[in-house]
């Protein structure tokens, strides 16, 4: 059998200024045309289908776009809500969509039911889970502790019991929406941390023979078996390296895995670019990213005059501007956004207290801004005011 595995599309969001529904829209064209190209015959999208729980309109025109030309082309889709989607607004109409074969899983009472496809060699059992966001799922798996990797752990176990009650010889596939260990983080991944650990160990997943995960947004293998497609589309400089892609893997009779990675189309290059205004504007060497999506990080000990005007002259599609002006060492005034950098927000919250008291926080003092922040990130209310 054969699968295209894709996620964190994010239809909605914008990168910077520019707003890249056309650029999303080209994406699923290219989704379609892979499908039929490569004869798949099964796609699945591991979660972040949108960017918010309340997409705008144009979000949730595409996206019924995309269900409508999957559904004409008669391939079975096996979808799952990520932590950017709404679970219970995506999951409406659910049950009737399934009767066109798009089987969108984002209740997690139903990480044990597979969606059921066949080839020549039997069935695939296809497990949707949604993501699992610990404190509130922890009652339905019966976990004490919220953490992902308790949840995940009773939710494969789930998988793993339904799985041994099926016909011998039973091939599976996972989709999961976490940030497993060993895997890449970039900037436009919404931080999942709970309790201060975000990460569950690639174990949890034993048992299946492909895990098609979302959540990182860089196309990455981390076992032959569990791999992340990453987002079809770059949502921060940081992915400026990034090769965007889809995995198009082939099960065999046995559940022997063999996958080969499909480029998704590049709307525009990224580049991130670094120097005096003077020399960004005259470096011959930077000819080849005069067309693409600039961010520009100026060290000029002093803040030249418009610099995004002159700087667009030449780089027409500049999209960030950063300052860090090179100083002598003693010289203070490192900039703030190079001082909250790769920091997460608990970090960052300790260091305010730090910086406003003199003295740090103690481990209790620790625990309850990690609490705070859980329960932030577990109120989708909160959430959606938040952004
Ligand atoms: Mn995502």
């Known amino acids: 059998m054969r699968l295209l595995h894709t996620s964190d599309w994010h239809l909605g969001r914008a990168f910077h200024r520019v707003n890249m529904l056309g650029a999303q829209a080209g994406f699923i064209g290219h989704l379609v045309e892979t499908v039929r190209e490569h004869a798949v015959d099964a796609v699945v999208v591991s979660g972040d289908v949108y960017d918010r729980a309340v997409p705008p309109l144009a979000a949730v025109e595409l996206f019924d776009d995309a269900l409508h030309r999957l559904a004409d082309l008669g391939v079975p889709t096996v979808m799952i ?5 709404s679970a219970r607004r995506l999951g409406v109409g659910a049950g009737l969509i399934d009767r066109a074969g798009i089987h969108l899983r984002t209740d997690p009472a139903g990480c044990g039911t597979p969606v059921l496809l066949s080839d020549a060699h039997g069935d695939v059992a296809f497990y949707g889970l949604p993501y699992l966001e610990p404190a509130l799922v922890k009652t339905e798996f019966g976990v004490e502790k919220a953490g992902h990797e308790p949840v995940l752990a009773a939710a494969m176990d789930r998988v793993r019991a339904d799985l041994a009650t099926r016909a011998p010889g039973t091939r599976s596939v996972v989709l999961a929406h976490a940030f497993v260990t060993g895997g890449e983080q970039s900037d436009s991944e919404r931080d999942i941390t709970v309790g201060g650990v975000a990460a569950v160990p690639c174990g949890v997943f034993d048992g299946v023979d492909y895990v098609a995960l979302g959540h990182l947004h860089g196309c990455q293998t981390l076992t032959g078996r569990v791999r992340y497609s990453g987002s079809p589309l770059p949502y921060s400089f940081s992915e400026h390296m990034h090769r965007k892609s889809m995995w198009l893997v082939d099960l065999d009779a046995e559940g022997s895995v063999t996958a080969e990675r499909v480029d998704c189309p590049v709307p525009r290059a990224l580049a991130r670019l670094r120097g005096t ?3 960004l504007l005259a470096d011959p060497e930077l000819a080849a990213h005069e067309d693409a999506w600039i961010e520009a990080t100026l ?3 002093v803040r030249p005059d418009e610099p995004m005007a002159r700087l667009t002259e030449r780089f027409p599609h ?3 501007l950063l300052f860090d002006p090179e100083r002598a060492p003693d010289e203070p005034g490192v900039s ?3 001082r909250l950098a790769d920091r997460t927000d608990q970090q960052i919250a300790e260091d ?3 910086h406003v008291r003199g003295a740090g926080p103690d481990g209790r003092e620790q625990g309850v801004l990690r609490d705070a922040f859980d329960a932030v990130r577990a ?4 959430r959606e005011v938040a952004r």
Do not use: E, K
């Open 81 to 85: 809500s990520g932590n950017h989607d």
């Open 277 to 279: 205004l003077a020399d």
């Open 299 to 301: 060290t000029d000990p």
């Open 318 to 320: 500049t999209l960030s």
């Open 336 to 338: 703030y956004a190079r």
């Open 352 to 354: 305010f207290v730090t």
């Open 379 to 382: 109120d989708d209310t909160v």
